[in-house]
C-alpha cells in the first residue's frame, strides 16, 4: 500500500488537469502574441484561465498575473511593491515563519537600505496584533504576512491584520502568501484588505512552475520580468498557456468542492490527531529506554502534536514530534513501506542546518525539533491510508527510540 | 590543424620483455577513453609509439579531455604530420606550423630533430641547424636559445613527418588493467573515491563495495555513492558497486556488544564482507581510504585491529597524507563537490561519544563472541540481498 501524505509539498495532478494542460500543449498550442487564429485561440485560453481564478477570489480578471510560481510571485510582489513604492517609506513588516521566498527577498531589500521588521509568534505559531500593531509607523509601506504556515498548519489572523493595516494608513500595501490556503479556505482579498497574494498551482494539483499573483488595481508595483510586453507590460515573456489553463482548471476543482473537501479533510486530520494520541499513550512508548538508549526521561509524552484542532489550523496539516527518534532516520522508515511524509519542512537533509527556521521561532526543545515530522492531505487522501501511516508508526516508533543516537 | 597525436608514455618503456602487453592495454585503454567523444579515431602502435589519427571534424578539446583521464600516458602531443618532400619543404612546413600554432613570434626556441629514415639527405644535427635558420628568416624576432628555450620544437623524420612543439601533461601511472583487480570500500566520504583513484592508477581495474543502512541513511546518500563510483569509473574503467544493506548487522553489534567498540566491531564485518565480493570477483586485495590517525578508527591500534580479519591485502595509499593532501586530490579529480554533500553514512550514525582509541584485538575478540548466535545468519542474509550495480 502506498500513503503520500506529503501534499503540502507538491500534489499530483488531477486527470481534469492533465487534460486541459495536454490540449493547451498539442490542439491549441499558438502564442496569444501571435496575430493569426491559433494566436487568437491561445489567448481566448489565457483569458478564460483568469476569469475562472479571478472568480475563486471575487476580483476582477484584470487584477491576476500568471507567473512561474509562488517564489515568483512573492519576490515580486515584496521588492516590486517596496521599489515602486520607496519614495512613501523604507519600513516593511513580515513575520519571522515565512517561507524563504518572503524572508530572502526581505533580506534582500535590508542590503538595499530597507527597514524590516520581523513579528514574533507565539508557541503555535500565531503572531499577536499588538505587535504588529507597534510595529506600524509613518515609514511603514508594505506588510506581508503567509496565511497559513506551511510547517504546522497555523492560520494567521488575516482579516484583522488586514484591518489593523488600513486603519493605520490606507496605503500601505498588504501582501499575503497563500500557498498553503489557497484551494482548502475561501479568500476574499477585497474584504481582508490584501492587496497582494501568491497563488502556487502545484499545491492544489496543479502543474509545477505556474502560479499567480493578484494585485489589486490601484496597486503601485514595479514589473520585474522586463522584454515582450506580455501581460500588460507587468510581466513579460511568453504566455505559459497550458500551466494557465491546468491552473486554472485546478482551482475551478478544488473551489467547486470546497465545503465537502474541507469537511473530509477535518475529518482525516482528527483521525491523524486522535490516533497520535491515542499511540502516544499506548505501548509505542519507547520502553526500556534509558536503559540502552538515550536519556532516562519518562517524564515526556512520547509524541507531541503541534498542529492546533479548530478554525485557527489548517484543515491538512498535522505535524507532530516523535522524541528520541530523529525526524530524518522516521521519514525513511516510513518511506520503506511506501509512506511519504516530509521532516519539518523539505529541507532537514542539510546537517549544518538540521533545525527548520519556523520550528526554531515556536521555541522548541532542540529534541521536539528534531523529531518533527509533517503529514499534509488533499482532498484525495483516504481515511486508510491515514490508518495505514499510524499502524506503521505503531510499529516503527518502539524499535527506532531503541537505537537513538546519543 | 591537428590530426594526429603522439602518446607519450613512461614507466611502461622500461618494462623490458614485457613491454607490448603494457603497450596494448594503454592502446585499448585510449580507445575505450575515446569512445564517447565526438569524432572517428584511429588508435595504433608503430616504432614503439603510440599514434591517434583523427578524422576531420573532431572535437579537440574533447578529446584531450579524454586522453587526461586515461593512466599510463605521460604527454599528449598534438602533432602536425607532413610527407616527406625534402629539405626545402620541411622549412616551408615548420615555418606553416609556427605561423599556425602561435600568435606571437617573438620567442626564443629551440630545434630538436631525429631522424630514423636514414633517406632523408640531412642528419639531425643539420637539420637541427637548416630549419633553424629558416625560421629566423621568416620571424625576424625570434632567437636561438639551446639552454632555456621558451619553445621546443620537435621533428620527426620517419616515412612521414612529425612536427609538435606542446606537450599535455597525462595523468601518469600505469594503463588499467595491466596490474590486476581491487575492491574498494567506497563511502561518501572525501577519502575512499581518492584512495580508489590512486589504485586504478597504478593499473588496477577496480569494483567497490558500499554499506546501506536504511533508514538510517537515506536513498539519496546511495545515490551520491553512485555518483562517485561514475567519476572514479571515468579513470578506472567500469565498476561493479556492490551494495550491501548493513541495518540488520549494525543494529545487532549496537545490541550486543559495548557501545565503544561498535565503530571498530562493525569495521571488521565490512572487511569481511568486503573480502568476500573480492573472492568472488577475483580481487586480490582490498582498497581502503584510511588515514593514519584522522579518526579513532584509524588509529594505528584500530587499523590493526581492522586488518586482523582479512587474509588478503589491504591497500590504504592514503595512509601518510594529511586531510587537505587529500582534499587536493579531490577536487583535481572532481569528486569534492558530490563528496561533500551533507548526506549520512552509516558510519557516523552509530558513533560513541567516546569510542576506543587502542582497542585490543583480544577484547574485540570477545566481544564478538557475544554476536554468535544470529551473525552467520544475518552476514548470509546481507551477502545474498546485496545489490550489484556496474556503473561505466
Redesign the interface.
Known amino acids: 500500500m502506498e500513503a503520500y501524505l506529503d501534499n503540502s509539498a507538491t500534489t499530483r495532478c488531477t486527470e481534469g488537469v492533465r487534460d486541459v494542460v495536454v490540449r493547451a500543449m498539442t490542439e491549441d498550442y499558438g502564442n496569444p502574441s501571435s496575430q493569426h487564429g491559433k494566436g487568437v485561440e491561445a489567448e481566448r485560453i489565457l483569458r478564460e484561465a483568469r476569469e475562472t481564478l479571478a472568480a475563486t477570489l471575487k476580483v476582477s480578471e484584470k487584477e491576476i498575473y500568471f507567473t512561474s510560481g509562488a517564489t515568483e510571485s512573492n519576490n515580486w510582489a515584496i521588492i516590486g511593491a517596496a521599489m515602486a513604492n520607496r519614495r512613501a517609506g523604507m519600513h516593511l513588516i513580515t513575520t519571522a515563519i515565512e517561507h524563504a521566498a518572503v524572508l530572502e527577498p526581505m533580506a534582500y531589500l535590508e542590503k538595499q537600505g530597507f527597514r524590516v521588521t520581523y513579528l514574533p509568534v507565539d508557541a503555535k505559531g500565531h503572531i499577536n496584533l499588538r505587535d504588529l500593531e507597534e510595529a506600524l509607523c509613518e515609514e511603514t509601506i508594505l506588510v506581508s504576512i503567509m496565511y497559513v504556515n506551511n510547517e504546522i498548519g497555523t492560520i494567521e489572523p488575516i482579516a484583522e491584520a488586514g484591518k489593523l493595516i488600513k486603519a493605520h494608513n490606507p496605503r500601505t500595501l498588504f501582501h499575503v502568501d497563500a500557498v498553503q490556503a489557497y484551494g482548502k479556505l475561501e479568500i476574499r482579498p477585497k474584504k481582508l484588505g490584501v492587496d497582494l497574494l501568491s497563488v502556487s498551482a502545484h499545491k492544489i494539483h496543479g502543474p509545477k512552475g505556474v502560479g499567480f499573483l493578484y494585485v489589486n488595481e490601484k496597486t503601485k508595483l514595479q514589473p520585474m520580468m522586463l522584454g515582450g510586453g506580455q501581460q500588460k507590460g507587468m510581466r513579460s515573456g511568453t504566455d505559459n498557456v497550458p500551466g494557465a489553463a491546468g491552473l486554472a482548471e485546478a482551482a475551478r476543482e478544488a473551489y467547486t468542492q470546497l465545503g465537502q473537501s474541507t469537511e473530509q479533510l477535518l475529518k482525516l486530520k482528527k483521525r491523524m490527531i486522535d490516533g497520535l494520541k491515542t499511540l502516544s499513550k499506548s505501548d509505542a512508548e519507547p520502553v526500556k529506554r534509558g536503559e540502552?538508549a538515550g536519556k532516562p526521561d519518562a517524564q515526556k509524552p512520547c509524541i507531541v502534536i503541534h498542529s492546533e484542532e479548530g478554525d485557527k489550523s489548517a484543515p491538512h496539516i498535522v505535524s507532530a514530534a516523535f522524541p528520541g527518534v530523529r525526524s530524518?532516520?522516521?521519514?525513511?522508515?516510513?518511506?520503506?513501506r511506501g509512506i511519504y511524509v516530509s521532516a519539518g519542512s523539505a529541507c532537514t537533509?542539510?546537517?549544518?542546518v538540521p533545525v527548520s527556521g519556523v520550528l526554531k521561532e515556536l521555541h522548541l526543545p532542540k529534541e521536539l525539533a528534531e523529531s518533527t515530522l509533517r503529514f499534509s492531505f488533499s482532498r484525495f487522501t483516504t481515511e486508510e491510508e491515514i490508518d495505514y501511516c499510524l499502524e506503521a508508526l505503531c510499529e516503527l516508533l518502539p524499535v527506532l527510540a531503541r537505537?537513538a543516537?546519543? | 590543424m591537428f590530426q594526429t597525436f603522439l602518446i607519450k608514455y613512461g614507466e611502461i618503456a622500461i618494462k623490458g620483455k614485457n613491454r607490448h602487453l603494457f603497450e596494448d592495454a594503454l592502446v585499448k585503454q585510449i580507445c575505450h577513453a575515446l569512445k564517447g567523444v565526438e569524432g572517428d579515431f584511429h588508435v595504433y602502435k608503430e616504432q614503439g609509439r603510440i599514434y591517434i589519427d583523427c578524422e576531420p571534424g573532431y572535437d579537440y578539446d574533447e578529446t584531450v579531455e579524454a586522453l587526461q583521464k586515461v593512466f599510463g600516458i605521460v604527454g599528449i602531443c598534438p602533432v602536425m604530420k607532413c610527407e616527406d618532400g625534402g629539405v626545402q619543404k620541411l622549412g616551408d612546413d615548420v615555418v606553416e606550423f609556427l605561423r599556425q600554432t602561435y600568435d606571437r613570434h617573438d620567442q626564443s626556441f629551440k630545434v630538436f630533430t631525429r631522424r630514423p629514415k636514414k633517406s632523408f639527405p640531412i642528419d639531425s644535427m643539420e637539420a637541427n641547424a637548416e630549419l633553424g635558420g629558416r625560421i629566423l628568416e621568416a620571424f625576424p624576432d625570434m632567437r636561438v636559445d639551446v639552454h632555456e628555450p621558451e619553445l621546443q620544437l620537435y621533428v620527426e623524420i620517419r616515412d612521414e613527418i612529425f612536427i609538435y612543439s606542446k606537450v599535455i601533461p597525462g595523468p601518469g601511472g600505469m594503463p588499467v588493467g595491466t596490474n590486476g583487480r581491487a575492491m574498494l570500500l567506497l563511502s561518501g566520504g572525501i577519502d575512499s573515491p581518492v584512495a580508489g583513484y590512486m589504485i586504478s592508477k597504478r593499473g588496477v581495474c577496480l569494483d567497490a563495495v558500499y554499506f546501506h543502512a536504511p533508514p538510517y541513511t537515506s536513498e539519496r546518500a546511495k545515490q551520491k555513492v553512485i555518483d562517485l563510483a561514475k567519476i572514479i569509473a571515468a579513470y578506472a574503467g567500469p565498476i561493479r558497486l556492490h551494495v550491501v544493506n548493513f541495518t540488520d548487522i549494525q543494529l545487532y553489534i549496537y545490541d550486543k556488544c559495548p557501545h565503544d567498540e561498535l565503530t571498530i566491531i562493525m569495521r571488521r564485518y565490512m572487511m569481511r564482507i568486503a573480502e568476500h565480493f573480492a573472492d568472488e570477483t577475483n580481487s586480490h586485495a582490498l582498497v581502503t581510504g584510511e588515514s593514519l590517525g584522522q579518526v579513532a578508527s584509524q588509529t594505528m591500534q584500530s587499523l590493526a585491529a581492522t586488518n586482523e580479519v582479512c587474509t588478503i591485502p589491504v591497500f590504504r595509499p592514503l595512509i601518510g597524507f594529511d586531510k587537505q593532501e587529500i582534499v587536493d586530490i579531490a577536487q583535481k579529480i572532481d569528486t569534492f563537490e558530490t563528496s561533500i554533500l551533507p548526506f549520512e553514512d552509516c558510519c557516523t550514525i552509530f558513533v560513541a561519544k567516546h569510542p576506543v582509541t587502542k582497542p585490543n584485538v583480544n577484547i574485540i575478540k570477545r566481544s564478538e563472541t557475544k554476536l554468535a548466535e544470529k551473525i552467520d545468519e544475518l552476514m548470509r542474509t546481507a551477502l545474498e540481498t546485496t545489490e550489484v550495480l556496474l556503473i561505466e
Open positions: 540502552t530524518e532516520v522516521l521519514l525513511h522508515a516510513l518511506e520503506e537533509t542539510n546537517k549544518k537505537y543516537r546519543h
